[in-house]
């Protein structure tokens, strides 16, 4: 078969790799017929989460039911599923309660408590390193798919693939930062970054009835779209302190009601941001994180979405103290809400595939990610097909 293969920082190519197999009775084998390129993606193709060996790329992906291992039982060959990118055993402690980002049994040789930068992490995720899982992902023209008693969504026949595509990570990670916020209606929400994850967690704070909704982001191109979208307002990010002053100017100087970080630890960063991290041997930058924090009113909650892999210095837990700060942070919980998500989408209450500004074909994939990595030809979210090739 034809799949996005990463072999380097930098170097994604479309090759020929083996078929996959059923593996475990509870597996099955899909058809890809949509995926996308993620924003986590990009941390692998620049080198920011460490990977030595090829991997198949992609963990938003959906499809056709191919084959079925002996226990799957609720599935059919030929139905239309969409996968979780978390993977997930379903039975065990976290599992079972709502944690299956932290599923104790699908990442045997890599899990543990501690949550450490290169040992003890959480559960499998589909084609992110193999400190996650090593499961090869679905930019491929087949995949295959663990634990399908508990994980893959059947698709009604009147959905598009696009519709309901981005219900694998993007539409569930950025519902949950607003989720998180525990909003009742009538806040006011601050989204630091307009890209795929950006604009999920703008369209979630209109389903939970936020009353003002602004957007941040350092490209025109973005805020526009968002914003034609959605009706947001937006800042463009000149600075922090000037970003902040913004959001307080509208908030009456309180602050944001809730501010999401969907940026995570490579925001756009100029020489002292870069001499800063060399310095205190950090990756990236926590300069959005901090952003958000101050951004947020007393009392209120940042929600992290975009990802933070290693520890920081000079980390304002003071600040964090003084102004009684709810921080929640980490992966999506998207089995538990995947099903409520799809409805809203049937229902007519969210529109998912409006994002979209490039369609490739597999073959099509380098360009995919250098164009996204750099922002380029206005680009906000890629989906490839794995049959053009």
Sequence with gaps: MKAAVFHAPGKITCDTVDDPVIQDSNDIILKVTSTAICGSDLHMYSGGLPQVRPMVMGHEFMGIVEELGKG?????????????FPVACGGCFFCQH???????????EHYGPEGGILTEKGGGLFGYTDLYGGYDGGQAQYVRVPYAHFGPRKVADNLTDEQVL????IFPTGYTG???GELKGGETVAVFGAGPVGSMSVKSAI????????VIDTLQYRLDQIKRLTGCETILWENAQNTIEQIRDMTDGRGADLCI???????????LDRAKAILNFEKGSIKVLEACMSAVRRGGTVSILGVYPVNYDNFKLGQIFDKG???KAGQAPVHPIIDKL???????????DDIITHRLGLDEVAKGYEIFDKKEDGCVKVVLDPWKV
């Design 178 to 180: 607003v989720m998180w």
């Design 207 to 214: 389903l939970h009835n936020a009353k003002k909704v602004i």
């Design 325 to 327: 700060i709810i921080l």
């Design 166 to 169: 981005f219900l694998t990570d």
């Design 98 to 108: 709502d944690l299956p980002g932290a599923c104790e049994n699908s990442n045997p």
């Design 261 to 271: 970080d969907a940026v995570g630890f490579e925001p756009e960063r100029d020489l």
């Design 72 to 84: 799957i039982t609720h599935l059919n060959i030929g139905d239309r599923v969409v996968v979780p």
């Design 342 to 352: 799809m409805k809203h989408v049937e229902h007519g209450e969210v529109k998912l």
